[in-house]
């Protein structure tokens, strides 16, 4: 009988200790008040050298973004190049920026975080808005050319 209870005190405990998401999340909540994106598309993955640029004013798009990023970290994978980043803007001059990876095997967003690189999944649906906003992105030209 003594085992019985034993048994039935310690489960609970084992389970909630056991099954408790430790992961990190919300480490980039200033994101969700931000009023406009530029989201670059390397020419190169992994070389920001040249790109072509488009804005994001969607508030809902923002909106988003944001919850992904601000979702659970995972852990990164070495084979990932990153193919392009995101600058939010918010008041009074703060930019936030994110990083991606579109490919199939590598979807993810990530952002440095006092010194660290976080990582976080990027949803098919992001991935599809990323798409769509490429079709509109140029190349942006120097003040000098005109």
């Known amino acids: 009988m003594k085992q019985i209870l034993l048994i039935c005190l310690l489960t609970p405990t084992v389970l909630f200790f056991g099954c408790r998401d430790n992961a990190q999340r919300n480490l980039q909540p200033a994101i969700a008040g931000c009023d406009s994106a530029t989201v670059m598309y390397y020419h190169t993955p992994g070389n920001p050298r040249f790109f072509n640029m488009t804005k994001v004013y969607d508030k809902g798009s923002i909106e988003v973004l944001s919850k992904a990023i601000n979702g659970k970290v995972i852990k990164p994978k070495d084979t990932c190049t990153t193919q392009g980043k995101i600058y939010f803007y918010a008041d009074k001059g703060a930019i936030y920026v994110t990083y991606f990876s579109r490919l199939d095997d590598c979807m993810t967003l990530s952002f440095m975080e006092t010194g660290e690189k976080y990582f976080t999944k990027m949803t098919k649906g992001i991935r599809d808005s990323l798409n769509k906003w ?13």
């Open 134 to 146: 490429e079709t509109t992105a140029k190349e942006p030209v120097s003040a000098d050319a005109n």
